[in-house]
């Protein structure tokens, strides 16, 4: 299937990451995957939930939410219960955060990271763990100069994204309409030194062999080096 803007089998959607989107949180960042947009902001508290108190140790949690004009069909929001899947992907986002973060440096204080699309065209969940991972190392230095911490607790980079076989191909970076006609689809999270966080992978009305998964962790794994490059990047900037 030909992919939009002539990308190959092996390309990320053109990526930007914008840090100091917001003024008040201490780290905000908007991340553009092609079409899919998210802002993601990261705020500090002084406090640990009520079931961590006492223990030396902080928290890393998370919220995700898509507001109600980010897919072409007007979505409800959520005023009372969260849906599965947004409770699923803000725990993966959690998940995959604490995965890099020492809570024992973060002494008994929370970083609450809040991710919030505002336009989807497939890979939300993995995006907002990019995106979220630098909003958190910025509320990380905010804390910093403000004498809250005095090293940062984060001990090495995170991002995450999708990809998927439609036919005979192996597609990185899956948008809506890829994502819709994947027979196998999976989203992989990964640290900087080469570890996973964490494999989602099904087959949709399909199986796939050992051979398939070994295809689609390799190119998982080119992605999110690049993605990891272009975090990097990003935090190297001045703001402010």
């Known amino acids: 299937m030909a992919r939009k803007n002539k990308r190959k089998p092996n390309d990320l959607r053109p990526v930007k990451i914008t840090r100091g989107y917001t003024k008040n949180a201490a780290g ?6 092609g079409d899919t947009v ?3 902001t990261a705020c500090f508290e002084a406090s640990v939930p009520r079931w961590k108190k006492g223990q030396g140790s902080g928290w890393v949690t998370a919220e995700y939410d898509m507001l109600p004009g980010a897919t072409s069909e ?13 409770q699923e992907i ?3 986002i959690g998940r995959s955060l604490r995965a890099v973060v020492d809570l024992d440096a973060l002494g008994e204080n929370s970083i609450l ?3 919030d699309v505002l336009q989807a065209d497939g890979g939300t969940r993995t995006a907002s763990i990019t995106g979220a991972y630098v909003a958190l190392c910025d509320a990380v230095k905010w804390a910093r100069r403000e004498k809250i911490l005095t090293a940062s607790p984060v001990r090495e980079a995170v991002a995450a994204v999708s990809i998927g076989k439609v036919g005979r191909l192996f597609l990185l970076d899956l948008d809506y309409p890829e994502d819709v006609a994947a027979e196998v689809d999976m989203n ?3 640290t900087e030194s080469g570890k996973f966080v964490e494999v989602q992978g099904t087959g949709e009305e399909a199986t796939f062999s050992r051979d398939d998964l070994d295809k689609l962790l390799k190119l998982a794994s080119r992605g999110i080096k690049q993605l990891l490059a272009e975090q990097a990047k990003a935090l190297r900037k001045r703001i402010g």
Do not use: F, H, Y
């Open 28 to 33: 905000s960042v908007l991340i553009e995957a």
């Open 113 to 115: 990271l809040d991710c």
């Open 188 to 190: 992989v999270v990964m």
């Open 90 to 92: 803000q725990r993966l």
């Open 74 to 86: 007007r979505r409800r929001r959520n005023r009372t219960k969260l849906d599965g899947r947004t």
């Open 38 to 40: 998210v802002l993601c």
